[in-house]
């Protein structure tokens, strides 16, 4: 038997016993999930918490969680004037319980969605091509469920009209946005993948308004997504949509304080994870830490988004998905990802030690050709290394 | 001093001064901002550009008349949750260039708070740059010229519309804004960066070019 069999029926003994050994599982996964069989989509499930590790529960934990989201979906894509009651309510009201007035607000984080997921990894087709699973009450309004159909509708209130001099009013003409190439809502009856990441991202921000949604969050979800909505099993694959949402919810549960401005100082926010990029390159490459730090590169300029989007905008979807992995099998939660930040920092140390500011910030924003085997293992070298160091003492 | 005699190189370039700047790129998030910096740097558009988190950077030269200008360009995140990062993009930084969408008022209005807020609290004589762009989409125009052009002129901007899609003035707000800068400082202002460097084959003509 080849290793690679082998590995394939060890896998298979951990998701097959009765109850799933979760420190097991992260074991095996953390050295990379088979691209086969829809071991990572359900790997991912486990791992972050969607499933849990009892077998016999994992058909009602999906069916009612599946359930729950499309009952969230029915409630949060009513377009207001579609309900008979609502008589005293219409678009100009003043009155913040005005269902009109929420529609205009939400309407404007839809914009930021909008734009963020039309531009999702542009590279491949994948999402804007049609989904096998569109949503019915979506895809057969005649456009009128269609989010993408709301951007720009908060105009209500500004662009429109434009006040001149003398009190001359000047209604503008606001004509439709079309777009002419591939990032287009697709014909009645069918939706685009990005579509659905869409709707996801504007459930996600509906459901949590205190965060919203935040610039980058399509980067986080993009990778999840797809290894769901390109999932051999198709029992799995229908649920894509509802499935990611969830995933994606826990995912963010424990990123969150990234993409919240007023936590950067706090002890998850941003700016303490920087801190520990640099001083793990300080323990583990002095030379290398004080160069940087000579040349005024500070981790801003490269770790913040490093960190902010897991990796995802550094390396390919491939690779991606071989990163994160490891990531999600770290039991203690992105520690290792410091370790991954440091790893392609001291990889590419002589093309640093050799370049002045412009190459260096260059070199740090577009991480050079270097395998994703060969960083991950020097991660687990430093991940192993100061793991012993903090047992010792040192 | 056009006029002077200067030897060549082997490539053919006057071995001329070379001027490096700070440029920092602001705006509303999708209005093209790093769509702009990509045809500048280099020649190229896409439909669908990536959303730019936290900042890029890239640098591009150009040369007006025997001065190669060297602009090392940050090409910043445009949304709020951000915007806490900017400062450390402009402090230093010798010019600005805020964007804006012509077919988005909103867009407009944001540009018109980051530019009070360079003059605020950027170096001094920053060179700011006021560019419209997407005007290739004129005819879903929402932001009109005249009101741009009043509002750059009362604030001492430059001021172009411009399209990344159809390259129409890109290079020449960059150009414009090098011909502004000033090319005759020869010594780093302290705490501000690398304001001014001297390229190790041009140091020693430098006193005689630097006028």
């Known amino acids: 038997m080849s290793s690679y069999d082998s590995r394939l029926k060890d896998l298979d003994q951990v998701l097959e016993s009765e109850v799933i050994d979760l420190s097991k599982l992260r074991e095996f996964c953390f050295n990379g999930i088979p691209d086969v069989k829809g071991y990572r989509s359900l790997c991912w499930r486990l791992l972050l918490n969607y499933l849990p590790c009892d077998r016999n529960k994992w058909d009602e934990q999906l069916d009612h969680h599946r359930k729950l989201y499309q009952q969230w979906l029915d409630e949060i894509l009513v377009t207001p004037g579609s309900i008979d009651n609502e008589e005293c309510d219409h678009p100009l009201s003043e009155d913040p319980n005005s269902k009109w007035n929420t529609f205009f607000k939400d309407n404007q984080a839809l914009t930021q969605i909008d734009k963020d997921v039309r531009r999702l990894h542009p590279e491949l087709s994948f999402f804007q091509q049609a989904t096998d699973y569109p949503l019915p009450i979506v895809v057969y309004s005649c456009g009128t469920k269609r989010l993408n159909r709301r951007v720009g509708m908060h105009f209500l209130n500004s662009a429109n009209v434009v006040r001149k001099g003398l009190g001359i009013v000047k209604i503008s003409q606001k004509s439709e946005q079309t777009s002419t190439s591939e990032f287009k809502p697709l014909e009645e009856g069918s939706e685009a993948h990005w579509e659905v990441v869409e709707r996801i991202l504007f459930v996600y921000c509906k459901l949590n308004p205190g965060q919203g949604y935040v610039q980058g969050m399509n980067e986080i979800i993009g990778p999840i997504y797809y290894c769901f909505a390109t999932d051999p099993i198709i029992k799995m694959k229908e649920h894509a949509e509802a499935d990611c949402f969830f995933v994606f919810t826990n995912l963010m549960s424990e990123i969150r304080d990234f993409f919240i401005k007023t936590l950067d100082e706090t002890d998850t926010g941003i700016v303490n994870m920087m801190r520990k990029v640099t001083d793990r390159l300080k323990e583990n490459d002095p030379v290398v830490h004080s160069y940087l730090v000579k040349n005024e590169i500070y981790p801003q300029y490269y770790s913040f988004r490093w960190l902010t989007l897991l990796l995802s905008q550094e390396f390919s979807l491939p690779e991606v998905l071989r990163i994160w992995d490891s990531l999600f099998s770290d039991s203690q939660r992105f520690s290792f990802l410091i370790d991954i930040c440091c790893a392609m920092i001291v990889l590419i140390r002589d093309q640093i030690l050799a370049g002045d500011f412009s190459t260096i910030v260059k070199l740090l924003q577009n991480y050079p050709n270097v395998e994703t085997r060969v960083i991950l293992n020097k991660a687990a070298e430093l991940s192993v290394k100061n793991r012993d160091e903090e047992s010792s003492g040192i | ?211």
Request: glycine content about 6%; overall charge positive.
């Open chain 2, 1 to 211: 001093m056009a006029n002077r005699a200067v030897p060549q190189r082997p490539n053919g370039q006057t071995p001329g001064k070379i001027c490096q700047f700070k440029l920092v790129l602001l705006g509303e998030s999708s209005v093209g901002k790093s769509s702009l910096v990509l045809r500048f740097v280099k020649g190229q558009f896409h439909e669908y550009q990536e959303s730019t988190i936290g900042a890029a950077f890239l640098t591009q030269t150009i040369h007006l008349n025997d001065v190669a200008v060297k602009f090392e360009i940050w090409d910043t995140a445009g949304q709020e949750r951000y915007h806490s990062l900017a400062p450390m993009y402009y402090r230093g930084a010798q010019a600005a260039i805020v964007v804006y969408d012509i077919t988005n008022q909103d867009t407009f209005e944001r540009a018109k708070n980051w530019v009070k807020e360079l003059q605020r609290q950027a170096t001094p004589g920053i060179v700011i740059a006021l560019a419209g762009n997407k005007l290739d989409l004129n005819t879903m125009r929402s932001v009109q010229t005249d009101e741009s052009q009043t509002y750059a002129y009362e604030n001492g901007l430059l001021f172009m519309e411009t399209s990344a899609k159809t390259s129409a003035n890109v290079t020449e707000i960059f150009k414009a804004i090098a011909e502004k800068l000033p090319k005759n400082e020869t010594t780093n202002t302290a705490g501000q960066g690398r304001r001014l460097v001297e390229s190790e084959g041009a140091n020693k003509s430098l006193s005689s070019c630097c006028k």
